[in-house]
């Protein structure tokens, strides 16, 4: 079992950057595919972005590609969320994940909250 507890959301401007941070619990956290997902009210959780294990692969939705990147470090237990280019519709709540697929998680952290100005 793994725990997931995010840090590093917050209030950035439209075109700004912000860097979310997931450290994880547990000895085989380097086994799990990790991943972020986002949330806003009244609407299916959303996936964002996807790591494999050794960090050797990532997978993006469509709508983040080229301005988020994903990244791990296993000797610390921790996924990280880089976000560029921030624009409004980003404003969710963001959840980090762990699982054995990059669509599908068992674990969950708590989300932290991004919004965006415009």
């Known amino acids: 079992q793994v725990q997931l507890v995010e840090s590093g959301g917050g209030l950035v401007q439209a075109g700004g950057s912000l860097r979310l941070s997931c450290a994880a619990s547990g000895r085989t956290f380097s086994s799990y595919v990790m991943g972020w997902l986002r949330q806003t009210p009244g609407k299916e959780r959303e996936f964002v972005a996807a790591i494999n294990w050794s960090g050797g692969n990532t997978r993006y939705a469509d709508s983040v590609k080229g301005r988020f990147t994903i990244s791990r470090d296993n000797a610390k237990n921790t996924v990280y969320l880089q976000m560029n280019s921030l624009r409004p519709e980003d404003t969710a709540l963001y959840y980090c994940?762990?699982?054995?697929?990059?669509?599908?998680?068992?674990?969950w952290g708590q989300g932290t909250q991004v919004t965006v100005s415009s």
């Open positions: 994940a762990a699982g054995y697929g990059y669509y599908n998680y068992d674990y």
